[in-house]
């Protein structure tokens, strides 16, 4: 609601520009600024796209890490089990060899005392060898459980992390098709902007992408006299033309920008210089556009950039006629994807 105020706002001011013939510094710093957010915006959206990919290759690079631990960690884990059963066999046999020995010791305790003496021995010393690998079995018992509680939270950290790797790319692939989507609505809208403006192309026309906008740049030969704000019949064609286009594509935003050379602009009433001229061709521009019912004013800015952003630097008669120029910038709506940007 509060957007739509605004552009009604805008909307009637651009109105009263053309009424008292004076644009306030204040309206253009407002729509200074909404343009420059728009480039904010988008290139919010890039960085965004390159951090999520970033943050893939990061989390893969930690997933391939984990799942070579974790083998390394089952390889362990064979290991101490096959300790484990073979310390298991020596204990049985070490029990029949001690049960063995307390029978012949049983059978010969009245006998000879040197023989009984070495079968003491012999006895003590297989049931002090049976207690030492009872004592390894049971540390081989406590290495195993906690091989066995390591290797399960590393397999728990291994699925969350491929759980949110796998968030991350859906996310990722979401941006993308997005993205790739505004790319070919772009080349499409430039493409129909061509075809509608066909018979405008050797009369001071150019129509180009960048950084994900058609510019449609129309020299001031095709839309005003020196000095003037009135549009040529010539240009009114070829906006009703653009208007066209911009009917049967509602989701297309529109900013018109007026410029100027760096000759200074000396008006003898309200309109005393280039800033106040390069806004009222902006608004003229505006009502051209409008007067297709099928547009809605929300979707449109005007604006006026004086002699300050020129295209060509040098200060020659060639060069100031390319920056008497006005641009209509068209650029698709990205909803979605700011949508997505918020949720993450």
Known sequence: MKNSLNLKFLLFAAMLIMVTSCVTQKRYADLETKYKKCNDDLTTIEKSKNDIAVQNTELNAVIEKMKKERSENEMASTEVRNNFDKLLAEQTVLSADYAAMQQKYNKLLGGNRAETSEIMEALQKTQSDLLKKENDLKKTETEMQLMQLQLNEKKKNLDNLSAEMDVKEKKLNELQAILDNKDKQVNDLKNKITDA?????????????????????????????????????????ALRNVAKVLELNPDINVMIEGHTDNVP?????????????????????????????????????????????????MDTKEARAKNRRTEIILTPKMDALFKILESN
Not at 221 to 231: D, E
Not at 278 to 283: D, F, H, K, N, Q
Not at 301 to 309: D, K, L, M, N, W
């Open 197 to 237: 403006l066909l018979g405008f192309k050797d009369k001071g026309l150019t129509i180009n992408t960048r950084n994900g906008k058609v510019y449609v740049s129309m020299d001031e030969k095709l839309l005003f006299a020196s000095g003037s704000w009135n549009i040529a019949e010539d240009g009114k064609t």
């Open 265 to 313: 602009y000396n008006g003898a009433g309200q309109v005393k210089d280039n800033w106040d001229l390069s806004v009222l061709r902006a608004t003229s521009i505006v009502k051209i556009i409008l007067e297709n019912k099928g547009i809605e004013a929300q979707r449109i800015i005007a604006s006026g950039r004086s002699q300050y952003v020129p295209v060509e630097a």
